[in-house]
């Protein structure tokens, strides 16, 4: 339900009133309701608590940078952004999408669309600025060499939290000391790729006209298998959506061996985030190696 002092925080800050709100579903971070506006205007609004405002505030540099870059993905709009005055909330209006069917050939447009952003490219791995994968702080300090970028801002900063809050024994940490020694014979070269950051199946929809649409970014520039990597880890991405990606980018032989490599960091993260749940499958991966 939407706050009364957020509505009326809201309206103060666009041309119109709120109508009515409807209440959506499907993420585990923040609240999120569409805004029915007087002129008929349907908006989405996403908020949380106000020390999350430096969180809304890297969204917006990630969808601005997507819609910056070449590679054919609907971004929503910004329209507006704030923090109450009381400091109780902080929140995020976009383009409200109207959704239409991912069957068809979706799938074909996302993947090669995917591979088309993913050839926007840049001199080092990382950004110029940090942001956030779910509500955890994610490094993106700048570094040539991927498999460095891919321990010091990705692997290390989880499983430290990880060990140091109880989640995972100090010997999983050992047996990831033994996996990092070998990442320059496991992971091939890909230059910096311009990465979603958290491409899962709830961050990307199909639009009315069939495009793909992307939400939620965590970008930076990275090794673009870590991308696909993730898409495989829950699932909901169709076979003609790799097959797409690889008639314009294929990837390298042995991608499907790296696969677990990669979505350690998104399972460590998953770990941070959700608990327990997720560690058996951290330490099963790491156990391989």
Known sequence: MLPNTLRSHIEENIPQKIQRSVNLSGGSINEAVKLLLDDGTEIFLKWNSGKYQEMFEVEQKGLETLRNADCGFLIPNI?????????????????????????????????????????????????????????????????????????????EPQLSQAINSGLLDYQVGENFERLFSRLDDLIPNSPP???????????????????????????????????????????GFSSNFYKSYNEQW??????????????????????????????SQVISIINNF
Do not use: C, M
Not at 101 to 124: K, M
């Open 193 to 235: 790729s311009l990465l979603h950051g958290d491409l899962w199946s709830g961050n990307f929809l199909a639009a009315k006209n069939g495009d793909p649409v992307l939400i939620d970014p965590a970008v930076y520039y990275g090794h673009r298998e870590i991308e696909l990597a993730f898409t495989k880890l829950f699932g």
């Open 79 to 155: 329209f507006a952004s704030g923090t109450t005055p009381d400091n109780q909330y902080t929140w995020l209006l976009l383009e409200y999408v109207d959704q239409g069917r991912s069957d068809g050939p979706f799938f074909d447009y996302f993947g090669a669309r995917l591979a088309q952003l993913h050839s926007n490219t840049a001199g080092e791995y990382g950004l110029a600025y940090d942001n956030f994968i779910g509500r955890l702080p994610q490094k993106n300090s700048k570094i040539a060499n991927w498999n460095e970028f891919f321990v010091t801002n990705r692997l």
């Open 250 to 279: 294929p990837l390298e032989p042995g991608f499907e061996d790296r696969v677990a490599i990669f979505n350690l960091y998104p399972l460590l993260v998953h770990v941070n985030l959700f608990g327990r749940a997720y560690t």
